[in-house]
């Protein structure tokens, strides 16, 4: 048992820059209040000295363990490039969970991380959602099977236009996704049709792996949409409309530009990263204003680091510039906390500290988007795991 005293507390949900104190016990928040540590003889007691205590922080889309750090080609395993269409991957059975990019990112606050396959394909497969500290992978999973990857645009245009091979355009990019959507839909019809059958011992139904995986999207299972320019973005919300998925849209670089659209559709995006040059045309329109101007349309949105295009470590560095272009403080801290939960369906168990969550947790030396601040110390599942 842990008593955190004096803290102010910024939970990003009700609490918000207070003095409070936060009991916690078998890896949850158990109390939140004035709490008297003569009620709790039993408990360590953490004296905060009214330094800001803050979720741990979420990245909501990254590759961390996939492009695993100072090893290059046989520590990659994040695009399986020989076929477009992959949804039976799955980043669990390729993290690296030893590379020392997850050390990074826990010192840095950033306790839990949604990563996966990256977008060389138009269905890349599924990702995962791990906390940063743990003995082995069993120990940091959170969500074994969190979403599958989708991706329209430049990448998988690329990678397979290079082999003469489909899709060499957005037409074929989206045609697939399409077309494999559709026999996932026919797949799951006639499975669930043969699990209901009397006398299915006399008929026989043939398992097969892809569809096996793709068709949890018609029950509910979340699909993340890569697409940066404002026509990828619409043609992947036409796919979701069409079979009426629940899905986020990823990166979206030109979101910005038609944020009454989001709004108005009520479409969920993630964005970023926005730290960095424009490297490819996609990125022409790159903006530290959008996350402003999704904010003032009500679009819901996170933002994500990509690592290792920006590393897990410096999602605040990131932060800090987009609350200079007039993102809101609070809205910031909420992008890389309760909002990255909430749009990866992991918010009951992180992203805001409130009782019954996970008790992940980061005490800042200062303002974490001060560029001098740094943990003191972070707390993942009850346990400190980093100390200064």
């Not at 330094?51 to 889309?61: Q, R």
């Not at 989708?150 to 996704?177: C, D, F, H, W």
Request: aromatic share 6%; hydrophobic share 40%.
């Amino acid at each position: 048992m842990i008593l955190i005293k004096n803290a102010l507390l910024v939970g990003m949900k009700d609490i918000n820059y207070e003095i409070r104190d936060i009991l916690v016990e078998d890896a949850t928040i158990q109390a939140i209040g004035t709490l008297d540590q003569k009620d709790y003889p039993d408990a360590t007691v953490i004296d905060a000295e009214g330094k800001m205590l803050t979720p741990g922080l979420v990245d909501p889309h990254c590759h961390i363990g996939m492009m695993e750090e100072a090893i290059g080609t046989e520590g990659r395993d994040v695009n399986e490039m020989t076929n477009p269409v992959y949804p039976e991957l799955r980043a669990i059975d390729a993290i690296k969970y030893q590379d020392s990019a997850f050390q990074d990112a826990l010192q840095a606050g950033v306790t839990t991380v949604v990563t996966g396959p990256g977008s060389a394909n138009v269905i890349g497969g599924v990702f995962s959602v791990l906390k940063t500290h743990g003995k082995t992978l069993d120990d940091m999973i959170l969500k074994e099977e969190s979403c599958m990857k989708m991706a329209l645009g430049e990448n998988p245009k690329r990678v397979y236009g290079a082999k003469n091979q489909a899709p060499t355009t957005r037409m074929a990019s989206a045609a697939l996704i399409r077309e494999n959507l559709i026999k996932a839909r026919d797949y799951k019809a006639k499975k669930e049709a043969y699990l209901a059958s009397e006398d299915k011992d006399k008929k026989t139904f043939e398992m097969n792996m892809k569809m096996e995986s793709l068709m949890r999207v018609f029950d509910g299972f979340p699909v993340k949409i890569h697409a940066h320019q404002q026509d990828d973005i619409l043609t992947a919300m036409r796919i979701v409309k069409e079979f009426n998925l629940h899905a986020t849209i990823e990166h979206a670089t030109e979101g910005h530009l038609i944020a009454d659209y989001l709004a108005k559709h009520q479409q969920a995006v993630i964005l970023g990263p926005t730290l960095g040059s424009k490297s490819k045309y996609e990125l022409r329109n790159k903006t530290f204003d959008a996350a402003k101007i999704l904010s003032d349309h009500g679009v819901l949105f996170a933002i994500m680091t990509d690592h290792p295009v920006i590393e897990a470590q410096y999602a605040l560095t990131q932060l800090g510039l987009f609350v200079r272009h007039g993102l809101p403080e609070l809205e910031a801290l909420r992008a890389v906390t309760y909002y990255a939960a909430k749009v990866n369906e992991i918010d009951d168990r992180v992203g805001s500290i409130e009782v019954g969550k996970d008790a992940d947790m980061v005490l800042w030396s200062d303002h974490p988007l001060h560029y001098l601040s740094r943990p003191l110390w972070v707390m993942v599942n009850g346990t400190i795991a980093f100390k200064q």
